[in-house]
């Protein structure tokens, strides 16, 4: 079975759930506040891993007690940490979360997140091969992306880019990698024409999350793959986990549509519980 490899983020989450937002300079009284492992990198190594084996994070951690916990926790959830680097004289990325009406506000701070370069993470590649996936975000610098996603051409991988947070992506990057998954919001931001005349654009390449009504992706036509409506708790995570699930999917090499559905299957899993990773659901509970 191919190897799924993850480059990304990992962080510390620092959440608290309101009822009321402040406006600037306002104070309020938030209802609860907890602490929980997260980054987008994290959330999805963690989200494949409880779905399959053989999963691998390549990343950066700090050489605080966050590190560990971070290095720690992948590990009890079955993903490989071989790769991951600790950065001596550097905190560990940490993400600010405020829970308000069923949904979040996020501010991040990558920290060593910053030292997931390419000459960091290229010679790391070298131990995988043909027909393995690479799942990227953006929550790492920008020409790791660029010079991985020119790696995995030239030796056969499969890429799957999560462009979230949204920033401006080069057009060369988005027709080098395999599979693209912006949601409604970073899909309009990416593409100027629109994103139905972006879906035609990109046959079985731009696969676009729609949260609870699920995903559109375009073959011959433009195809919506419902989701699953589930009680909601806590949103953080649920387009990581989607992602991961997806990888897992295509891995196993389900067909595209068959695959969408899995990943919104687990996504509405993840809404269930507090954190980014607290709910995402293991394979018995998809099965």
């Known amino acids: 079975m191919e190897n799924i490899v ?16 402040p406006q600037a300079g306002e104070t309020v009284m938030g209802n609860s506040f907890f602490t929980t492992t997260g980054g987008k990198g994290a959330n999805q190594a963690v989200a494949a891993a409880r779905l399959s084996n053989k999963v691998y994070m390549i990343g950066a951690v700090g050489d605080d007690k966050n590190g560990k916990q971070i290095i720690e926790n992948l590990e009890q959830n ?85 462009p979230a947070p949204y920033r401006n992506i080069d057009k060369e990057i988005i027709d ?32 676009v999350t729609k949260g609870a009504a699920g ?10 793959v419902k989701g699953y409506k589930k009680k909601v708790v806590d949103t953080t995570g649920a387009g990581d986990t989607f992602n991961g699930a997806l990888a897992v999917a295509l891995i ?27 709910a995402m659901p293991y394979r018995k509970e998809l099965d």
């Open 6 to 21: 993850v480059i990304g983020s990992s962080s510390i989450d620092l959440v608290v759930k309101t009822d009321v937002l």
């Open 215 to 224: 995903a559109m992706f375009y073959n011959d036509s433009q195809q919506l």
């Open 252 to 278: 196993e090499n389900k067909p595209l549509e068959e695959a969408v559905d899995f990943a919104n299957l687990a996504g509405s899993f993840s809404v269930t519980g507090l954190g980014a990773q607290g």
């Open 78 to 162: 079955n993903v490989d940490t071989t790769f991951m680097d600790k950065i001596e004289n550097e905190t560990s990325g940490t993400a600010h979360i405020t829970l308000f009406e069923d949904d979040n506000r996020i501010i991040v701070v990558p920290a060593a997140n910053n030292h997931v370069t390419p000459e960091k993470v290229l010679p790391k590649l070298e131990r995988f091969g043909a027909g393995d996936i690479i799942l990227m975000q953006h929550e790492i610098p920008e020409h790791t992306i660029k010079e991985v996603t020119d790696y995995a051409v030239k030796h056969d991988m499969k890429v799957i880019l999560n």
């Open 176 to 207: 080098k990698v395999t599979w693209i998954t912006p949601n409604e919001s970073e899909s309009e931001l990416l593409f100027e024409n629109g994103v139905d005349e972006a879906l035609k654009a990109y046959p079985r390449k731009l696969i």
